[in-house]
């Protein structure tokens, strides 16, 4: 491929016309949870070596807001639980043209991070939370414990967040009982609240993924039973449609991968905690930002290069199955959720 000059007015714009202006950034493949929806209970980590430096992380944001993107999500694995994270979002924050810096957390390390991340200049959060069960949570996340997550919820409420949302995955005969005492909770608390099918992402040994799954369709209905749901116009460019709930100020979002289609929208990609430029979350089209950032002469210029490239082999869209056999390899911890 011939190199791409880079001039000031680029952007990152695909074969579709589709302009990339949100990248999803893990920081980090280690967590301190072990959902069994996104990971095996034995996990083999990356080794240190092969993760992206901190300064690596920045010049790699500041490339992409040079080039258009204006908001940057950081999340893992667990991203509060990489040294230095919250340096990391300060520099990030700094960057002239980002509108939008928010991140994604389970919650764990809220209670100490929630002030520190809200003077780094982040705006958004987003907690995830399956259950509000001590015992089915501790279920689904295998170690966690669930008056931390709640007691860190409290935490970024206090510290002045404008949007905290939360995440749940929805598991058939698992969790699927509490998805209205979740949408109470979060209406209650002031908080918006998103139901996540659950995605083929790397091998599970937990359950089978065919078995567990619980639609949207079947999640909203089972909301409309206690709640009046209407259609909100607010969207990402991704895959979650949104709802208001009659008599409450928040929205339920419902992010349905399998059911309906979102990719002629899709605006963003994403960045593995090894440097691994993934162009769409369900097929496997990479470039290794890495080696890039690696190579000898590495310059600001050479990122910017490397990322209008990557436009040439962004997919038009991905094709989840609901299969035994996982059809993407790396968890969701590797991919960044
Ligand atoms: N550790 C943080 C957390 O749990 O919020 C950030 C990373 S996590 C991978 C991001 C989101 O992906 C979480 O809301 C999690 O529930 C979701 N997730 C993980 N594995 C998933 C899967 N196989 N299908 C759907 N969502 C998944
Ligand atoms: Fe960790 Fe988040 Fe994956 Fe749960 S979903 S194991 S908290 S990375």
Redesign the pocket.
Known sequence: MEAALVTQTDKLIDKFGRQVTYVRL?VTDR?D?R?V???SEEMTFLPREEVLTLEEISLLSQAFVELGVNKIRI?????LVRNGVVGLLDNIAKLDGLDELVI????SQLVKLAQPLKDAGVRRV???L?SLDPEKFKKVTRVGELSTVLAGIQAAKKAGFEKIKL???ILKNRNDDEINRLVQYAMDEGLDISF???????A?SEHS?AEAYYSSDQIKQDIEQQFELLASSKTTGGPARYYEVAGYDNLVGF?S?HSHNFCDTCNRVRVTASGLLLLCLGQEHSMDLKRVLRQGDASLYSVKQALIESMEIKPKGHDFKLSEQPVIFR???V???
């Not at 996540?196 to 790397?202: C, R, S, T, Y």
Request: proline share 8%.
């Open positions: 893990s967590c949870f959902c929806y996104c990971m999340t893992g694995g667990e991203p994604t957390t389970n919650g987003n907690i995830s399956d995440n749940a995955v996540i099918e659950e995605m083929p992402l790397g599970i993924r992010i991968p968890h969701m911890s991919t960044g959720g």
